[in-house]
């Protein structure tokens, strides 16, 4: 007869990532579904700065803990720094051999057009993720009270076909929710990740187990890469600019003048916050170290060394007693 095999008493855990752009209400979301008290955004600065996680709650008989992540904005933290902040995180995760469950993107169904900062947090985030993780992504339109059914639907269904929007990832396997801001709805989007095996995020990959730099990896490239488009902008409105100002100097328009020569320097001031931006971008890196063995590891392979050596010393004599080498 088999030894009878106590059954593990080990609850399964899971984490999973909240992603979106600043407001989006990741915070919320994760309050209302964990019971969590994290600080809530009340004006239009952006709120949540650093990583942070809720408390574990469990459902389904899994142990789950949300993590909250900042997201890009126009007001406070740079893009550079964003990126650097999350590229941290996921990257330790992985050192250390813990796999995500999952990743929701939220996004406001109210939004009545894609502002740069939330087509870069989309464009972002797909790469980041990777196609072989859109399976586990759960892409969650919220705040559908603050507009009516139709205009949420005809929104929804444009997001759902525009190429620049969420088309792709979901043609890739990503998922989409709608979340109304109860904890039910918040449970039924977790609950469609605990069904997925956990996975490992591109950039994980790219910055771990390639030794990537940051902008190396095809998240910091599509920064650059809106960033460069960007430039492109400016510069065409430069040479208008220019063009304009040409005109004006024929006529001796000393008000227009001055109109164009303001619109210049708030163009090189932009400029010059790209550059800097493009910096930090070029310029980040990990922070995280090599993951260290767990001490009880250590002490018990030493001790099943020792107890392994006074064995054979008992047969073998002249073996050293010294097992401080261990
Ligand atoms: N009506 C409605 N308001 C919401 C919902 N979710 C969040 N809000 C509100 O939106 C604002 C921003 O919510 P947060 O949860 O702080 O958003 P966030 O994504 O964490 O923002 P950052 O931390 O700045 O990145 C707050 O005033 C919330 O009360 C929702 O589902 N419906
Ligand atoms: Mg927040």
């Given at each position: 007869?088999?030894?009878?095999?106590?059954?593990?008493?080990?609850?399964?855990?899971?984490?999973?990532?909240?992603?979106?752009?600043?407001?989006?209400?990741?915070t919320?979301?994760?309050?209302?579904?964990?019971?969590?008290?994290?600080?809530?955004?009340?004006?239009?600065?952006?709120?949540?700065?650093?990583?942070?996680?809720?408390k574990?709650?469990?459902?389904?008989?899994?142990?789950?803990?949300?993590?909250?992540?900042?997201?890009?904005?126009?007001?406070?933290k740079?893009?550079?720094?964003?990126?650097?902040?999350v590229?941290?995180f996921?990257?330790?995760?992985?050192?250390?051999?813990?796999?995500?469950?999952?990743?929701?993107?939220?996004?406001?169904?109210?939004?009545?057009?894609?502002?740069?900062?939330?087509?870069?947090?989309?464009?972002?985030?797909?790469?980041?993720?990777?196609?072989?993780?859109?399976?586990?992504?759960?892409?969650?339109?919220?705040?559908?009270?603050?507009?009516?059914?139709?205009?949420?639907?005809?929104?929804?269904?444009?997001?759902?076909?525009?190429?620049?929007?969420?088309?792709?990832?979901?043609?890739?396997?990503?998922?989409?929710?709608?979340?109304?801001?109860?904890?039910?709805?918040?449970?039924k989007?977790i609950?469609?990740?605990?069904?997925?095996?956990?996975?490992?995020?591109?950039?994980?990959?790219?910055?771990?187990?390639?030794?990537?730099?940051?902008?190396?990896?095809?998240?910091?490239?599509?920064?650059?890469?809106?960033?460069?488009?960007?430039?492109?902008?400016?510069?065409?409105?430069?040479?208008?600019?220019?063009?304009?100002?040409?005109?004006?100097?024929?006529?001796?328009?000393?008000?227009?003048?001055?109109?164009?020569?303001?619109?210049?320097?708030?163009?090189?001031?932009?400029?010059k916050?790209?550059?800097?931006?493009?910096?930090?971008?070029?310029?980040?890196?990990?922070?995280?170290?090599?993951?260290?063995?767990?001490?009880?590891?250590?002490?018990?392979?030493?001790?099943?060394?020792r107890?392994?050596?006074?064995?054979?010393?008992?047969?073998?004599?002249?073996?050293?007693?010294?097992?401080?080498?261990?």
């Open positions: 007869m088999l030894p009878f095999k106590k059954p593990s008493t080990k609850q399964p855990t899971a984490c999973i990532a909240v992603m979106g752009c600043t407001g989006a209400g990741k919320t979301f994760i309050n209302v579904a964990s019971a969590s008290d994290l600080r809530v955004g009340v004006g239009l600065e952006s709120c949540t700065e650093t990583i942070q996680m809720s574990p709650f469990e459902l389904d008989g899994v142990e789950v803990t949300l993590v909250d992540t900042p997201g890009f904005d126009d007001t406070n740079s893009d550079g720094e964003i990126l650097n902040i590229c941290d996921l990257s330790s995760e992985h050192q250390h051999g813990r796999k995500l469950q999952g990743v929701i993107y939220l996004h406001r169904i109210s939004d009545n057009r894609m502002a740069g900062s939330a087509t870069r947090n989309l464009r972002f985030f797909a790469q980041l993720c990777g196609d072989e993780a859109l399976g586990n992504c759960a892409i969650t339109t919220n705040m559908w009270s603050l507009v009516s059914p139709q205009v949420g639907g005809e929104r929804e269904q444009e997001l759902k076909s525009k190429d620049n929007f969420f088309k792709p990832m979901l043609s890739q396997g990503a998922s989409l929710f709608r979340h109304d801001n109860t904890i039910e709805s918040a449970h989007v609950q469609h990740l605990l069904h997925k095996t956990p996975m490992v995020l591109a950039i994980q990959r790219e910055l771990v187990d390639e030794k990537k730099r940051v902008f190396e990896t095809k998240a910091g490239a599509a920064l650059l890469g809106e960033i460069a488009e960007l430039e492109k902008k400016h510069q065409e409105e430069l040479r208008k600019l220019n063009e304009e100002m040409a005109e004006v100097m024929e006529q001796h328009d000393e008000e227009a003048r001055l109109e164009i020569e303001e619109a210049k320097r708030e163009l090189f001031e932009q400029q916050k790209l550059e800097e931006e493009k910096a930090k971008i070029r310029n980040a890196s990990i922070t995280t170290t090599e993951p260290q063995p767990l001490p009880q590891e250590g002490g018990r392979i030493a001790k099943i060394w107890s392994f050596r006074r064995f054979f010393r008992r047969f073998v004599p002249c073996l050293p007693s010294d097992d401080s080498a261990v």
